[in-house]
């Protein structure tokens, strides 16, 4: 069954939702979904469009995130919702809620068992439609929420839906998703046993934090002798400069003060130069800042900061979930690039998330030639995905797909070759 729902409603609103799950949570039972009418028998896909449509399945969307097979902050409703607010401009976004029966209450209401966030786009001038998941300029991993035990039937349910749906998409691009976890295998397993037509459009690795026996030991094994010394004299000369320390945000620090600071400092670099900077747009600001602020009343937001006489000079920002973190932004002051600080901050970051008992790994979030891949020895892979939604066009176009590829390559090569003569 699909349906299409629609409440208008404000922000704050959306924010009550979210505490009043949290505090069902702390009182040993399961939020109940607003929509506890919906039968209990079969899947059932409900697509929204705006904040308002979305605000219903908050209290049924956290408790997804708690219990998914694998964490992305980037997906949870405490970041998404300030992206969907602040960074969707013209998107035409559609946010699939995927419920199924619960097997541990056959008469009781139905479970959020799937959440994907999804982008229509145009491609062809407009011939063809794509659905992708949505990845907004501040999102690093689009690997959507699926429950704990309702993988494969979450996903027999979503693709029922890409048979159906009525946006007119004929191919489904699973963009940037972890190609080493339990959502990847989940996939390649449908599409062996459908015999569904599938394309790797993109596939790279980035670095991933893993703690060794402890903070030296990792440092040893990742960095030459040659460079450490590098380093620690950079630190020293940085001394020689002023009075340096390590802070980090505390649960009664003023976030106003430290989002702030960020923001200076980012905007004072290359980024701010070039126009990238957060502080240069004002959704991007706006969104920032609002999902900072939800982060730090849950506990997620961690940050640390590389003083010099009391000022901020490397600030390094991320987030937890579950047992493990994402990175998110780093910023330097340009002005003692000659020093290093943001790389002498990550390696001082490394000796904390050494003792810290609660973070098991952490995601980089960077590029895959990121100098992180200097410090962090581990890797995961990052793929995207493409596969037809169900009739023959889109499985014919996924098809052809590494044909055109080829294609494109060898025209550039051609190009390449005759620039060279």
């Not at 035409?92 to 809620?97: A, G, K, M, N, T």
């Not at 670095?207 to 004299?233: C, G, I, Q, Y």
């Not at 920032?288 to 640390?304: D, K, N």
């Amino acid at each position: 069954m699909v349906r299409e729902v629609g409440v208008e409603v404000h922000v704050a609103a959306l924010e009550q939702q979210i505490k009043a799950a949290r505090s069902a949570k702390s009182e040993h039972r399961s939020p109940e979904p607003m929509i506890a009418a919906r039968p209990n028998q079969k899947p059932d896909v409900v697509v929204a469009s705006n904040p308002g449509q979305m605000n219903e399945h908050l209290p049924a969307w956290e408790s997804l995130a708690e219990s998914s097979i694998e964490p992305n902050v980037f997906y949870e409703p405490w970041m998404l919702m300030p992206a969907v607010n602040h960074l969707a401009g013209d998107s035409e976004l559609h946010f699939v809620f995927v419920y199924l029966p619960d097997r541990q209450r056959p008469n009781g209401p139905a479970l959020l068992c799937g959440m994907f966030p999804l982008e229509r786009t145009s491609r062809a001038f407009g011939a063809i439609g794509v659905l992708s998941l949505w990845k907004h300029v501040h999102c690093f991993l689009c690997t959507p929420l699926i429950r704990r035990g309702y993988g494969k039937e979450c996903l027999d349910a979503f693709f029922d839906w890409l048979a159906t749906e009525p946006v007119g998409a004929s191919f489904m691009e699973f963009k940037s998703i972890g190609g080493d976890g339990a959502f990847h295998r989940l996939l390649v397993d449908r599409f062996f046993e459908h015999g569904s037509i599938s394309f790797e459009s993109e596939c790279h690795s980035r670095a991933l934090f893993r703690p060794d026996k402890d903070a030296d030991v990792f440092l040893r094994s990742a960095l030459a002798a040659s460079t450490r010394k590098e380093l620690r004299r950079k630190l020293n000369r940085l001394a020689e400069e002023g009075r340096i320390e390590w802070s980090q945000l505390g649960a009664k620090s003023d976030l106003s003060a430290w989002i702030n600071e960020f923001l200076q400092l980012e905007s004072g670099g290359w980024k701010g130069r070039a126009g990238d900077a957060i502080e240069c747009d004002h959704g991007e600001r706006a969104f920032f800042t609002e999902m900072c602020e939800a982060a730090f009343q849950r506990g997620a937001l961690r940050v640390m900061s590389l003083n010099m006489n009391g000022r901020s000079i490397a600030q390094r920002w991320y987030f937890t979930a579950g047992e493990g973190a994402f990175a998110f932004k780093t910023a330097f002051d340009e002005g003692y690039a000659r020093r290093s600080p943001g790389v002498l901050l990550q390696v001082e970051q490394v000796r904390q998330l050494h003792n810290d008992a609660e973070i098991a790994w952490m995601d980089s979030c960077s590029a895959a030639d990121s100098h992180l891949n200097r410090i962090w020895k581990d890797r995961r892979a990052i793929e995207s995905i493409v596969v037809g939604t169900g009739g023959r066009k889109g499985d014919l176009l996924v098809a052809m797909m590494p044909l055109v590829r080829w294609l494109a390559r060898k025209a550039r090569f051609r190009r390449v070759g005759s620039r060279a003569k």
